[in-house]
C-alpha cells in the first residue's frame, strides 16, 4: 500500500540544528507534492508562528492543513479554518497555576495568537521568539474569559522541569495530555488533544487511512502520532523512548533523515 500522507515534526526533526531546512528535506518534500503525496507539518507551535514555513515550503494552499499546538487545533494552512479543535478553559489555566505556584515554576498559556504569562521571564521569551508573536503580562485571575487558551506550559530550567514532572500529582496526569516538547517547555493540553489526533483529522478530511500514513518526529509530544501511523518514524537524534516505539529509525535532523524517509518509502527511491 503506497504511502499517501506524511506528517512531519519542525524542531529537531524538518529543522536542522541551526533551525534551517537542508536543501535535500526541501527537494524532498517538493518531489513528493509533485507526485501527489500531502505533506503536513504537525507542530506545538501556532499558525502565526509557522506562516513563514509554509510558504516557504509552498504548503500554503487551500489543499493544505497544520496540526498546530500539538494538535489541539488542526487549521486549513491558507485559510485558517479549523476543522478540529480541542482546547482548555480559564478554570484549567487557574488550576494549573496554582500547580505551578506549588512547584515553584514558572507558567505561560499560549492563545491563537499570543502567549501570556503573569511574570516575565526568559523562557516565555524563548517561546515569543520562536513564534514571531506577542508576549501579553496579565495575572491569571483577571484573564478574559472570552480569549481561547489553547494550551498551558511550564517553562524552565531543564533541570527544574525534570524534577517537576516527577511530582505532578495523579490528578494533574488524569486531567491533561502532557507532553515534554522541549527541554525548557512542558505543556498541558486538552485531554483528547494530541499530535495523533489531528494527523487523524487530516487524513479523515482528505479520505486517508491510517495505514497510508506516515509520522515523523524526535520527542515526547510526537509519541502520538508515531503511534498512531502505519509507519512510525523516529530520528536518529530522538528520545530513547520515540525510538523505542517507532517502526523505523531514520538519520538525524542534521543528515538529511526526512528527506531519506520520503525518499525511500515514499518516492521509492534506492537510499
Given at each position: ?5 506524511i506528517a512531519l515534526d519542525m524542531d ?221 518514524v523516529a530520528m536518529g537524534n530522538a ?33
Amino acid at each position: 500500500m503506497p504511502y499517501k500522507l506524511i506528517a512531519l515534526d519542525m524542531d529537531g526533526t524538518l529543522f536542522n540544528e541551526k533551525k534551517e531546512i537542508s536543501v535535500r528535506n526541501r527537494a524532498a518534500i517538493k518531489e513528493a507534492r509533485e507526485n501527489g503525496k500531502n505533506v503536513v507539518i504537525a507542530t506545538g507551535r501556532p499558525l502565526v508562528g509557522i506562516r513563514k514555513v509554509l510558504d516557504d515550503l509552498e504548503l500554503n494552499t487551500h489543499d493544505d492543513y497544520v496540526i498546530a499546538f500539538n494538535g489541539a487545533l488542526v487549521q486549513n494552512a491558507k485559510t485558517g479554518e479549523v476543522i478540529y479543535k480541542s482546547v482548555l478553559t480559564l478554570n484549567d489555566y487557574k488550576f494549573l497555576y496554582e500547580v505551578s505556584k506549588d512547584l515553584e515554576v514558572h507558567i505561560q498559556a499560549l492563545t491563537e495568537t499570543y502567549v501570556t504569562t503573569p511574570v516575565l521571564n526568559p523562557f516565555t521569551q524563548v517561546e515569543a521568539d520562536l513564534n514571531g508573536i506577542e508576549i501579553v503580562k496579565n495575572d491569571v485571575y483577571t484573564f478574559s474569559e472570552s480569549e481561547t487558551i489553547v494550551k498551558v506550559m511550564f517553562v524552565d530550567e531543564k533541570e527544574k522541569l525534570d524534577k517537576v514532572v516527577t511530582l505532578l500529582s495523579d490528578e494533574v496526569k488524569a486531567k491533561y495530555t502532557i507532553v515534554r516538547s522541549s527541554p525548557i517547555f512542558l505543556e498541558f493540553l486538552h485531554l483528547e488533544a494530541n499530535k495523533g489526533v489531528g494527523v487523524n483529522a487530516v487524513a479523515v478530511a482528505k479520505n486517508i487511512g491510517s495505514h497510508e500514513v506516515i509520522c515523523v518526529g524526535d520527542a515526547g509530544n510526537d509519541i502520538a502520532m508515531i503511534n498512531y501511523a502505519g509507519l512510525g518514524v523516529a530520528m536518529g537524534n530522538a528520545y530513547d523512548d520515540v525510538k523505542g516505539i517507532a517502526d523505523h529509525i531514520t538519520d538525524t535532523n542534521d543528515e538529511d533523515g526526512v528527506a531519506k524517509v520520503i525518499e525511500q518509502f515514499m518516492l521509492k527511491k534506492v537510499i
